[in-house]
Every structure is written in structure tokens, then in C-alpha cells.
């Protein structure tokens, strides 16, 4: 029998954090590296907590090269060849996750991690964390590589998000539909609001000894701290690096209108603007580069966009981390780990000021 969920379910946007009194008289003590240790996976690694996701145009070589110098993590798009991967892991990453789904070839990933135990760090991708294949996959991969740091996903409820760490993930990645190029709310109906995701998740993950990572939905950094703050131990992005240097989406130019209409003269303001390309992993164009087309079962779930082109990646992690300690300044968290001990919300019916958002200036 169909049921209603009532409780109030809520995203980034629906909610500010509560400033509080600070023992930090500056965002420069803010500290946003953190140990983590996991519940399988016997080493410790010191990260920031920010993950970019492993998608083609953002889980690349060189996303990694530039984000690794901030302690930042890279999750790899699964479209790179193995021959690839072992010629890239001769030199050490050890933040550094490469990716599979449930339909790539098992035995040929059992060796790459056999021969190669420096390579040490997987994420099983699958839009639908529910079906009873994921489950297997994970004990048999916990079973074969019981040094192995394991993320698998993606789940919006605490009890899928515990039998995944019971049965052998280290991180559970969450949310279903909330990143900008994802159309599976549109094309399926499914999914849930990302903070609310996170809040349950984070909450089941740590019961079991766990932990999350809140995958899609940021925007801004404010959005990534709010992530934090609800509970996630890692937070995924895509599309807020999709448009720099490192992203492998294509570089595209735009002739955009940049002011209004002049009154006397009837003149427009032109200008030449860049962009790249970003596009989501069920797409038509992703179906069709990485996979030889759109089955005929399946349904697009993904969109194509364009991103402005913003430059060299380290000034966008630069800014994120600079918001990050900014928050913890504000409600008076000094460690990265203690940003949800710090964490008050309030719930909001608008998070931005966007009175003068569309106006020009005028002369």
C-alpha cells in the first residue's frame, strides 16, 4: 500500500547556519585537514574532505595532479584504460580513488588490484545503490581485497546505507538526482532532497561504524560546508570544477549579450565568452561516447551544459576551502571534524540576496 512521508524534507538552499560564539579570533585557525581512519580499511589518510566527482569531464589525470597539492581527493572516471591507470599510479597518489561499475569487466579489475596493491583505493558507482547486485559485489571485493578502502553508492536512506557497510563499504556515497547535469528526478520521479539525504545517511553510516560521502547538489561553498555540517564526512562536486583547465569537457566560445538594450542609440553590449562543456554520465552524449549509444531499455537520465570557463582548478579549491574556514570561524568549529558538533540550522524560505541579481549598471 502506497505511503506518504510527511516529515519536511529539505535541501541546501532551505537552510543558513546559526552563527555562534567562536574561540577563533581568525579563519586562519580554522583546520581543514582531517585523519580519517575507517571501519575496513586498515590505513589513515589526512584529506580535506573534498571529493571531485568521477565523472569524465571532472575524474581526470590532471583534475587529480592539482587537487592532491590541497589534500583534496579525486575520484576517477571509469573510461580510462587500465593500461592508463597503472602507467599514471607509478608515481604515488594515495588520496586518489579509481572507479567501476557493475557491468565492467571483474576479472580484468581483480587483476589491476592484485598486481597493483598500491592501488588501493576503489569507488563502485551505480545510479541505483538498491539492487541486490551492489550488495554482493561489495562482500566479494571485501573478501578478495580485505586491505582495500571501499566506496560504493549511491543511496538516499540509512538502511541501505548500513547493509552497504556491513557488508563491506568503508564510505557509502549519497544522493539520487540532486547534481545539476542529473535528470533522474524528471525522467523517474525518484530521489530526495540532499540535506535531508545526508541528515538520515550520516546518522546510519556512523552507528555501524561507517561513513558518507554527500554526492551532487553544491553550487556554492556554502553549500559544501552545509554538507559538512549535516553530517557527511566527504563531499562530492562536479559541476563547481567542471569548467576549469583540468575538466575534460570541451572548450566552446558564446557571442552573449552583457548589458541592456541603449535606449537612444538601440545598441547592444557583446561580448565573446568562454565555456566547457559538462555533461551527465547517463546523458544521450555520455551513452553515446562511452558506451556506443542509449540502449533501447534505458531512458536519459543526464543533460548536456555549458559551464563558464573559470581557469586553472586550484582558484576554485582556493575559494571553496577559504568558505569552508570562513563557516567554521563563524559557529566555532576548529577542526574540520567538528563542524557538525558546531552545526545549528535554520530553515529558510530564501538563502541569497538576489534583489539586484539582474540589473546593470547604468550611467
Known amino acids: 500500500m502506497t505511503r506518504l512521508i510527511n516529515d519536511v524534507q529539505l535541501?541546501?538552499?532551505?537552510?543558513?547556519?546559526?552563527?555562534?560564539?567562536t574561540t577563533l579570533n581568525s579563519r586562519s585557525e580554522a583546520d581543514i585537514l582531517r585523519e580519517y581512519s575507517f571501519k575496513w580499511y586498515p590505513k589513515t589518510i589526512k584529506a580535506c574532505g573534498i571529493i571531485a566527482a568521477n565523472m569524465a569531464t571532472t575524474g581526470t589525470f590532471e583534475m587529480n595532479?592539482?587537487?592532491e597539492k590541497f589534500n583534496a581527493i579525486t575520484c576517477l572516471h571509469k573510461h580510462y584504460t587500465h593500461e592508463q591507470?597503472?602507467?599514471y599510479f607509478k608515481k604515488p597518489h594515495p588520496l586518489t580513488f579509481i572507479c567501476t561499475g557493475l557491468k565492467d569487466d571483474k576479472e580484468k579489475l581483480f587483476k589491476l588490484l592484485s598486481e597493483n596493491p598500491h592501488i588501493d583505493k576503489l569507488c563502485v558507482d551505480i545510479a541505483n545503490g538498491y539492487i541486490p547486485k551492489l550488495l554482493g559485489f561489495v562482500k566479494e571485493l571485501r573478501a578478495k581485497f580485505p586491505n582495500l578502502l571501499l566506496m560504493a553508492g549511491n543511496v538516499v536512506t540509512g538502511d541501505m546505507t548500513q547493509d552497504l557497510i556491513l557488508s563491506g563499504a568503508d564510505i557509502v556515497k549519497a544522493g539520487i538526482g540532486p547534481g545539476s547535469v542529473c535528470l533522474t528526478r524528471s525522467q523517474t520521479g525518484v530521489g530526495?532532497?540532499?540535506?535531508?539525504?545526508?541528515l538520515e545517511v550520516s546518522d546510519a553510516a556512523h552507528g555501524v561504524g561507517g561513513m558518507i560521502c554527500a554526492d551532487g547538489g553544491c553550487t556554492v561553498p556554502g553549500?559544501?560546508?552545509?554538507?559538512?555540517?549535516?553530517g557527511a564526512d566527504f563531499v562530492m562536486i562536479g559541476g563547481m570544477l567542471a569548467g576549469s583547465d583540468e575538466a575534460a569537457g570541451e572548450l566552446v566560445e558564446r557571442y552573449v549579450q552583457t548589458s541592456w538594450v541603449d535606449k537612444e542609440s538601440g545598441d547592444l553590449t557583446i561580448e565573446l565568452r568562454r565555456y566547457k562543456k559538462f555533461y551527465g554520465m547517463s546523458s544521450k552524449l555520455?551513452?553515446?561516447k562511452h558506451f556506443?549509444?542509449?540502449?533501447?531499455?534505458?531512458?536519459t537520465e543526464g543533460r548536456e551544459k555549458l559551464i563558464p570557463y573559470t581557469g586553472p582548478v586550484e582558484h576554485i579549491i582556493e575559494d571553496i576551502l577559504g568558505g569552508l574556514r570562513s563557516t567554521?570561524?563563524?559557529?566555532?568549529?576548529?577542526?574540520?571534524?567538528?563542524?557538525?558538533?558546531?552545526t545549528t540550522f535554520y530553515t529558510v524560505n530564501k538563502q541569497l540576496n538576489t534583489v539586484f541579481e539582474n540589473m546593470k549598471d547604468i550611467d
Not at 192 to 198: A, C, E, I, K, N
Not at 223 to 230: E, L, P, Y
Not at 328 to 342: E, H, T, V
Request: aromatic content about 8%; hydrophobic content about 40%; proline content about 5%.
Open 286 to 288: 555520455a551513452q553515446q
Open 223 to 230: 553549500d559544501i560546508a552545509k554538507a559538512f555540517g549535516a
Open 65 to 67: 595532479d592539482a587537487l
Open 85 to 87: 591507470i597503472k602507467a
Open 192 to 198: 530526495r532532497p540532499q540535506l535531508s539525504t545526508v
Open 328 to 342: 567554521m570561524s563563524y559557529i566555532g568549529a576548529r577542526r574540520l571534524k567538528d563542524i557538525p558538533r558546531c
Open 292 to 299: 556506443g549509444g542509449m540502449a533501447k531499455y534505458r531512458t
Open 11 to 21: 535541501d541546501y538552499c532551505d537552510v543558513l547556519f546559526q552563527p555562534k560564539r
